[in-house]
């Protein structure tokens, strides 16, 4: 069973559509995240969540809006998509405390055109 | 503003040898230290984690961790070009954010 799963891993849309990208693990962690990988390759962190509690915030622009419906799931929902949301978008979780190891997901792979 | 520097390289290694990749973070807040592998088109996987001042190994891998210079290292032993892949440096605050902060990475190519 694949620990941290996302989908859909290809996502290929136009400028001014909305889409969400949703994520799920089965590792018991109480903590997820969304991560932003440009292609630069540089991997920043956008959102995450403790126990669906929203606890990190990034400057991120208020069209992405992250949704925990319960401590295993952490959707991304995006609004009006713009080129520059290309990108590559990793789901990840982590039981938190002082190791706070982070297993990420595949990534899903937004392009919009 | 917490940064965590990397080389971004390439960093080219003949196979066998010892592939050293370095990182800096700047923020002497921090708690734990992380190295994670990216193969081209697949996601970070984690490779070793450490704490302590001083070496851990782990295989092939050593990290070194020396807080007084803000500086954590890997040691890639016997290279094989099987680990030819972007070397991800990431530092930990704990606390209730529990934040990882990434480096932009070290791109190594190991040359058989």
């Known amino acids: 069973d694949t620990a941290v799963s996302q989908t859909p891993k290809y996502l290929v849309t136009q400028m001014g559509n909305d889409k969400s990208i949703k994520c799920e693990q089965n590792?018991?962690?109480?903590?997820m995240y969304w991560y932003k990988q440009d292609s630069k390759k540089f991997l920043k962190i956008m959102f995450s969540?403790?126990?669906?509690?929203?606890?990190i915030n990034e400057t991120v622009p208020n069209r992405f809006s992250p949704k925990s419906p319960d401590k295993a799931h952490l959707n991304l929902h995006i609004n009006s998509l713009e080129l520059g949301d290309s990108a590559v978008y990793f789901c990840?979780?982590?039981?938190?405390?002082?190791?706070?190891?982070?297993?990420f997901g595949e990534g899903s792979w937004l392009t919009v055109v | 503003q917490k940064e965590v520097e990397q080389n971004s390289g390439p960093l080219s290694v003949p196979e066998g040898a010892i592939a050293s990749l370095n990182c800096t973070y700047s923020?002497?807040?921090?708690?734990?230290f992380f190295w994670y592998r990216q193969y081209s088109g697949k996601s970070p996987e984690l490779i070793m984690f450490?704490?302590?001042?001083g070496d851990k190994e782990d295989g092939r891998f050593t990290a070194q961790l020396n807080k007084a210079s803000q500086y954590v290292s890997l040691l890639i032993r016997d290279s094989q070009p099987s680990d030819s892949a972007t070397y991800l440096c990431?530092?930990?605050?704990?606390?209730?954010?529990?934040?990882?902060?990434f480096g932009t990475g070290t791109l190594l190519a190991v040359q058989p």
């Open positions: 990840a979780s982590s039981q938190g405390g002082t190791e706070n190891t982070i297993y």
């Open positions: 590792l018991g962690h109480d903590t």
């Open positions: 969540y403790n126990n669906k509690e929203l606890i």
């Open positions: 923020d002497r807040g921090s708690q734990s």
């Open positions: 450490i704490y302590s001042n």
């Open positions: 990431a530092v930990g605050y704990g606390g209730a954010t529990n934040k990882l902060i």
